[in-house]
Every structure is written in structure tokens, then in C-alpha cells.
């Protein structure tokens, strides 16, 4: 998936850099510090699917390779942190109320605040969201842009594995760093020979130009689902989504690769057209389908970067290899937080006068608390958060909009809790 997907759209077009006077944290060690409680705990959401999803991250957690979670200066042992996330969940199912929940939070969990970017805590927050299309199995005049399968002249060019071997290539190697497996690789394709009877060569991948308008992956047979162009552009954003066909058939989509282009966020572009403080989703795509195809093309081709999918069952994959929760996943930059662990967050959630309404008319105070599990490639540093909101419209239109700053803490166990948990 964002996280689902390495490109996240709403923080291409909205995240800029603030000028901060701390030195920047360089690592998971300086990227929180313990605090006190939040003065506003609470959650707006039902218990029970934040309960689902701890139960999924900590089996994720018990079969993976780590030893140990690092919340700043905190090292936790994998398995003292599934132990308390097990009491947790034991206590949702048997009925806690909220306002239990939360007591038992604060008397056994100690609160660590991230970096933040001026100021401790504060995280800029957009969010993603599954979208629903409507397409079709072939080509027609309103569904002309084909979704496609991974081409298979696509390859990776493992410059980690050839970083062990030449030193020389050690210093950019970390630059290339794929978030979705945490390799150092480049995508490229296998090309011919540049004389006879030489070898075979490894050149870039084809570009969003290349594949859309030059047809250069034409009769491959790798055409998935036919949709309207904007929509494939704003799918491969999101990374992941749902076709829906005419005769109520659908098909689920997950993200399967790139081409290895760097991604370009196009609302940037568009500043002159859509002014920054209105540039939202919603308004993009309103601009996109007002302008000719020829126009619209030029808009589009701006971004060399191109996904691939692939054909999936159930619900979106995170980063973690759990499944997205509504509202309580998060992408992070894993260098700095750890994957599969429970935060809190605070955040100002828009509110909308109907369904059809582009711009919030209201921002209410809003707390949750939320599960650490994806990534995303323009998720980057100590103060960046992406929440997931959910499937179809209604998560589109609040996922659309969202681009605040907020608060993020993580829940790190107390000594004392867990001596009490090993003893019973």
C-alpha cells in the first residue's frame, strides 16, 4: 500500500520545509523523549478495531526477525512489548469502557513525545485513503487509460549488494532506499546490446510520457482495467484502490512496483492556476478534468514516476505486512519510529457541510489513538505523519483536504507494569 504507497499525493503538494533552530535528530535514539500524559485523552473511535489491529501488529511482531523496539533513548524487548499490548486487547474484548481504557493507560504506559519539528510532538499530518473506481475490462471512449501489471522487462538493480563489493558506491546507496523493503535499489529495464555479442544492459525505466503517450508497453498483455485517466493518475497516487465494473463486479488493486522515477507532485505546478492555501485534492482533480486531453497530458507527464499493480484480496497491505485500519493507521519514516507499535495522536479532523462539499466548514479538536505501521516515500524525517481514513468518497473527500500539524506520542510500557505481567 502508501505508505500503501511510496508516493503519498497530499504531502507532495503540501509539505514544506520549516526552517527550525535545533539541530535535526539523526536517528531513532533522538527521535522522541519520554513526557507527561496528553492533557486530552481520548479517542473517537470504536475500541474494538483499534484492539484488531494491536492483535495483528504483535503477531506480525512475534514472527519477525527483531529483537528490540526503539522509542528514543527507550530500548523495549519484542517480547515485553507484545506482552503489554496482549493486556491491552485482553481487556478491550472483555468490555472495557473508554473512559477504563484510558485510566489503565495512564497507569501503566509512560508517554514518549517524537522530535517534532520546531517544537517537541508537533508532526505535520495528511492523510491517504483506498479510492473506488468505476471501469471497465476494456478500452472505451470514457475509460481510456489501461492500470497495469508489473512488465517484465522491469528489473532491479541491487546497488546495496554491489555497495558491499565497491566501496565507491557506499556513499549513495542509502539514498535509493526503496521505504516498501528497505533495499537499496534502483528500477531499471534490461535493454539490448550496444554491439553484437556483447552483453545485454540495465538502462531506466520507461517514463510516465513513455508509457502513456508513446504506447511503448502496447500488446504485452498487461493491461488489468481500463479507467478514466485522472482517476489511473490519483490510484497511482494512492497506491492501492477497488475497479468497479458495470455489472457490479469488482476488482482490488495493490501496489506492485515503479518505474523508479523520482515523484513530482503536479499541484505545485499549478499555483498560478489553483492558489496554494485552496490547492486540495478535490480542487486538482476539478482543474484536470476542466482542460483538454492534449492539456491535461502536459500536466500529467510532469511526473515521470509510474506504479504497476497487482490483483489482491482483502483489505489494502501496509508496510508492517498487517491490514490498513480506518482512521488508526499511520505512515511514519521508520528510521526514526518503530514499526507495528501504538501512538497517540492529536489532530484538527474537517468536518463537511454534506457529501458533495469540497472545503471543511468546520475543524474540530480531535484525538485517537493509532498504530504505526506503513511508509511512504515523500514520508520523511522526525515530523512527518500520513493517516489512513478509510475506503471510497467519504474518506477521499476528509483525506483530500487534510494537511495540519498535530501532536504524536508512542506508548512505551513501564518498567513496573511489565515485572507485573512476567509475575502473573
Given at each position: 500500500?502508501?505508505s500503501?504507497?511510496t508516493l503519498i499525493f497530499?504531502t507532495?503538494?503540501f509539505?514544506l ?6 539541530d535535526?535528530a539523526?536517528d531513532a ?12 485523552l481520548?479517542?473517537?473511535?470504536s475500541l474494538?478495531?483499534?484492539s484488531?489491529?494491536?492483535?495483528e501488529?504483535?503477531?506480525?511482531l512475534y514472527?519477525?526477525?527483531?529483537t ?7 530500548e ?5 512489548y507484545?506482552?503489554?499490548?496482549y493486556?491491552?486487547t485482553?481487556?478491550?474484548n472483555?468490555g472495557l469502557?473508554?473512559?477504563?481504557f484510558y485510566?489503565?493507560v495512564?497507569?501503566?504506559?509512560d ?17 491517504y485513503?483506498?479510492p473506488?473506481?468505476m471501469?471497465?475490462?476494456?478500452k472505451?471512449?470514457?475509460?481510456s487509460?489501461?492500470l497495469?501489471?508489473?512488465p517484465?522487462?522491469l528489473v532491479?538493480?541491487h ?18 532506499l526503496?521505504p516498501?523493503t528497505?533495499l537499496?535499489i534502483?528500477?531499471?529495464?534490461i535493454?539490448?546490446a550496444?554491439?553484437?555479442g556483447t552483453?545485454?544492459?540495465i538502462?531506466?525505466y ?6 502513456d503517450s ?9 493491461e488489468?482495467?481500463w479507467v478514466?485517466?485522472v482517476?489511473?493518475f490519483?490510484l ?13 463486479k469488482?476488482l ?5 512496483a515503479?518505474n523508479g ?5 503536479i499541484?505545485r ?27 491535461q497530458?502536459k ?9 504497476f ?5 482483502g483489505r489494502?497491505?501496509?508496510?508492517s ?19 507495528g507499535t ?13 457529501e458533495?462539499?469540497t472545503?471543511p ?12 505501521q506503513d ?8 515530523a512527518?505523519v500520513d493517516?489512513?481514513?478509510?475506503t471510497?468518497?467519504?474518506a477521499a473527500q ?12 508512542y506508548?512505551v ?5 511489565l515485572?507485573?505481567l512476567?509475575?502473573?
Amino acid at each position: 500500500m502508501r505508505s500503501l504507497l511510496t508516493l503519498i499525493f497530499i504531502t507532495s503538494l503540501f509539505f514544506l520545509t520549516v526552517s527550525c533552530d535545533r539541530d535535526p535528530a539523526t536517528d531513532a535514539k533522538q527521535a522522541m523523549r519520554k513526557t507527561g500524559v496528553p492533557g486530552n485523552l481520548s479517542d473517537d473511535l470504536s475500541l474494538k478495531e483499534l484492539s484488531e489491529g494491536i492483535n495483528e501488529n504483535v503477531e506480525i511482531l512475534y514472527n519477525s526477525d527483531t529483537t528490540s523496539l526503539t522509542f528514543g533513548p527507550k530500548e523495549i524487548k519484542k517480547d515485553d512489548y507484545i506482552l503489554s499490548m496482549y493486556y491491552l486487547t485482553e481487556k478491550i474484548n472483555l468490555g472495557l469502557s473508554k473512559k477504563d481504557f484510558y485510566t489503565l493507560v495512564k497507569e501503566n504506559f509512560d508517554f514518549y513525545e517524537v522530535y517534532g519539528d520546531e517544537d517537541w510532538g508537533d508532526v505535520f499530518i495528511t492523510s491517504y485513503f483506498e479510492p473506488v473506481l468505476m471501469g471497465s475490462k476494456r478500452k472505451t471512449e470514457k475509460f481510456s487509460q489501461p492500470l497495469y501489471a508489473v512488465p517484465d522487462d522491469l528489473v532491479n538493480f541491487h546497488l546495496g549488494k554491489y555497495a558491499r563489493q565497491f566501496d565507491r558506491m557506499s556513499p549513495i546507496k542509502d539514498q535509493v532506499l526503496d521505504p516498501k523493503t528497505n533495499l537499496s535499489i534502483v528500477p531499471g529495464r534490461i535493454a539490448p546490446a550496444y554491439n553484437e555479442g556483447t552483453s545485454k544492459n540495465i538502462v531506466p525505466y520507461y517514463t510516465r510520457e513513455e508509457i502513456d503517450s508513446k504506447g511503448v508497453l502496447d500488446g504485452k498483455r498487461l493491461e488489468l482495467a481500463w479507467v478514466d485517466p485522472v482517476d489511473a493518475f490519483f490510484l497511482q497516487v494512492q497506491g492501492s484502490g477497488t475497479v468497479r465494473f458495470n455489472n457490479g463486479k469488482e476488482l482490488r488493486l495493490g501496489y506492485a512496483a515503479k518505474n523508479g522515477h523520482p515523484y513530482v507532485g503536479i499541484g505545485r505546478l499549478l499555483y498560478h492556476k489553483i492558489p496554494k492555501e485552496d490547492m486540495t485534492m478535490q480542487a486538482l482533480d476539478k482543474h484536470l478534468r476542466s482542460l483538454s486531453e492534449e492539456d491535461q497530458q502536459k500536466i500529467l507527464f510532469q511526473n515521470p514516476s509510474y506504479v504497476f499493480f497487482r490483483e489482491i484480496e482483502g483489505r489494502p497491505v501496509t508496510h508492517s505486512g498487517a491490514e490498513v485500519v480506518d482512521g488508526r493507521t499511520i505512515a511514519t519514516d521508520k528510521s526514526f519510529y518503530p514499526k507495528g507499535t501504538l501512538a497517540f495522536l492529536e489532530f484538527p479532523r474537517p468536518t463537511f457541510s454534506d457529501e458533495f462539499s469540497t472545503r471543511p466548514n468546520t475543524w474540530v479538536d480531535t484525538s485517537r489513538f493509532v498504530l504505526d505501521q506503513d511508509t511512504g516515500g515523500a514520508i520523511k524525517g522526525p515530523a512527518r505523519v500520513d493517516l489512513f481514513w478509510g475506503t471510497g468518497d467519504d474518506a477521499a473527500q476528509h483525506a483530500g483536504v487534510l494537511k495540519n500539524w498535530g501532536k504524536l506520542y508512542y506508548l512505551v510500557p513501564k518498567d513496573k507494569f511489565l515485572e507485573e505481567l512476567k509475575l502473573n
